[in-house]
């Protein structure tokens, strides 16, 4: 199934992104009456017929609506620190989108190899995940974000049944036993989960979280890449929601 993406939507008409409309005429050759299924990244599956095209746009008349197709009964913003190579971060938001995320938002850490990110291309990254995995919702992605300011964003939250906020990182000193966040999540909650730089978060950092009521969290035993680390509790948590 070819799955197209628009928020170009009004009086039951869409209107594709020039990229997709490209594809949509040029590669599978599309013309006027064939059918397209589309999703608006806010939750609803659209079908429809091409109604008119020009050299680069599609016009879509809609005739049937999905809406809240396959939604989830959780919410989960994870924050992450780029990796040096953008490669792997892609790598991150690519999967993570298939297994299902709401929120990422790349944090700038203390040992942070990557300071820069363009979210142009991370953007596009994750339509192409939602729309390869047959998705209706697409994650939002949020600009580059320092630790201590990204902190300040959550200082409203909790942890109760309905909100929970993790601190996964690699150090002793800090608690007595760090349990694995399959221990710790709580199904049908609003999970917040800080993922550090290959070279761990500062002990600063580690504090600063505990102070504003962050849970530690393991991911187990072995020592994983950050990327990897960030699709495990992308994993856990939806297997708890499973």
Same mark, same amino acid.
């Given at each position: ?42 939750? /609803? ?31 989960? $913003? ?13 790598? &991150? #938001? =690519? ?23 363009? #979210?142009?291309? #991370? ?9 390869? +995995? ?11 974000? +320092?630790?201590?300011? &990204? ?10 049944? *309905?909100?929970?906020? &993790? ?9 007595? *036993?760090? #349990? $694995?966040?399959? /221990? ?20 600063? *950092?580690?504090?600063?979280?505990? +102070?504003?009521?962050?849970? *530690?969290?393991?991911?187990?035993? =072995? ?11 992308? $994993?856990?948590?939806?297997?708890? /929601?499973?």
């Amino acid at each position: 199934m070819i799955l197209f993406y628009t928020n170009n939507i009004k009086n039951n008409v869409a209107e594709l992104p020039q990229e997709e409309a490209m594809h949509c005429l040029k590669a599978l050759r599309k013309k006027v009456g064939d059918e397209i299924q589309f999703v608006d990244g806010q939750g /609803n599956w659209y079908k429809g017929k091409i109604i008119g095209t020009g050299k680069k746009t599609v016009s879509i008349g809609i005739e049937s609506i999905i809406e809240n197709y396959n939604s989830r009964n959780h919410y989960l $913003h994870i924050a992450i620190a780029p990796t040096k190579n953008i490669n792997r971060l892609e790598w &991150f #938001l =690519e999967k993570s989108t298939e297994f299902g995320i709401d929120e990422i938002t790349p944090l700038l850490c203390d040992h942070s190899e990557r300071k820069k990110i363009r #979210l142009d291309r #991370l953007e596009k990254v994750v339509i192409a995940a939602m729309k390869q +995995s047959l998705k209706a919702y697409l994650p939002k992605i949020n600009d580059l974000t +320092s630790f201590k300011d &990204f902190l300040k964003t959550q200082n409203n939250l909790e942890n109760t049944a *309905e909100s929970q906020k &993790f601190i996964a990182h690699c150090q002793d000193g800090f608690s007595d *036993e760090k #349990l $694995h966040l399959k /221990n710790k999540a709580l199904n049908k909650s609003k999970i917040t989960i800080l993922i550090g730089p290959e070279g761990d978060f500062s002990s600063t *950092e580690v504090e600063l979280a505990l +102070s504003q009521n962050f849970q *530690e969290i393991s991911l187990g035993k =072995e020592r994983l890449r950050t990327e990897t680390a960030g699709l495990a509790a992308c $994993h856990i948590v939806n297997l708890i /929601n499973s």
